[in-house]
């Protein structure tokens, strides 16, 4: 699986965008970039994911650079509940379902 | 949104005990995992299963653990002599075809606690 690299904290103003950098620059052509968070020890909750066209679902953005070597996670409107360790993963090299975690980046968001 | 749901939230047993920790994955779900979280690091894949064989284990993954399915509904992860070092938070997790363009589903946890 692809590693990847993350800034180990960030902070973001409630209501402000939330961009969330991640360095794959390994990933492979057939793996897909997670992106995952987990709020204060709960289980890992999904957020999005894509392979190299940008995407977009009621939780969040996800930018793929064109050489697919990075990519952003934007959450358009932050809250306080979004303060969350968030992952971004390589995945998807074979059939397989299984994630390798990174330590991710812990977003504060303040009021 | 369907839920995998796991029992207990806390476990709390002593060294060398057994422990069974339980999951009830998503109903059409065909595969399932377990990953482990040490209080502060990260968290680790430890095994996934599928059609009633482990697919795929990591090297955490070792004699002293066991799982099975034992009906239609469980998926079960077996400590079969506790350590002080298996004290984390212990997430089973759940997809439907186990490919890399599918999200897993997790559940809350179960905290064990060895004494």
């Known amino acids: 699986d692809a590693k990847t690299t993350q800034p180990p904290s960030m902070d973001c103003a409630e209501g402000r965008a939330a961009n969330l950098p991640c360095n794959h620059s390994?990933?492979?052509?057939?793996?897909?970039v997670y992106w995952y968070r987990q709020i204060h020890s709960q289980g890992p909750q999904y957020i999005i994911h894509?392979?190299?066209n940008n995407e977009t679902n009621e939780m969040a953005s996800l930018i793929i650079t064109e050489d697919r070597k990075s990519s952003t996670l934007i959450l358009p409107h932050a809250t306080l509940r979004d303060t969350a360790v968030y992952y971004c993963?390589?995945?998807?090299?074979?059939?397989?379902?299984?994630?390798?975690f990174g330590q991710g980046t812990t977003l504060q968001v303040k009021p | 949104e369907p839920e995998v749901t796991q029992t207990p939230s806390h476990q709390v047993t002593q060294m060398g005990q057994e422990v069974i920790l339980r999951c009830v994955p998503i109903?059409?779900?065909?595969?399932f995992y377990w990953y482990r979280q040490i209080l502060g690091q990260k968290v680790e894949f430890l095994v996934s299963?599928?059609?009633?064989?482990?697919?795929?284990k990591s090297e955490i993954f070792d004699d002293q653990f066991s799982v099975e399915r034992p009906d239609g509904s469980n998926f079960t992860l077996k400590i079969r002599s506790t350590k002080l070092e298996d004290s984390a938070m212990y997430f089973c997790?759940?997809?439907?075809?186990?490919?890399?363009?599918?999200?897993?589903?997790f559940g809350s946890g179960t905290q064990l606690s060895v004494l």
């Open positions: 993963i390589g995945a998807g090299s074979g059939n397989t379902g299984k994630l390798i």
């Open positions: 390994t990933i492979s052509g057939n793996e897909y």
């Open positions: 894509g392979l190299k």
């Open positions: 109903s059409n779900h065909l595969y």
């Open positions: 299963f599928y059609n009633n064989e482990i697919s795929e």
């Open positions: 997790a759940s997809n439907w075809a186990g490919t890399g363009n599918e999200k897993l589903f």
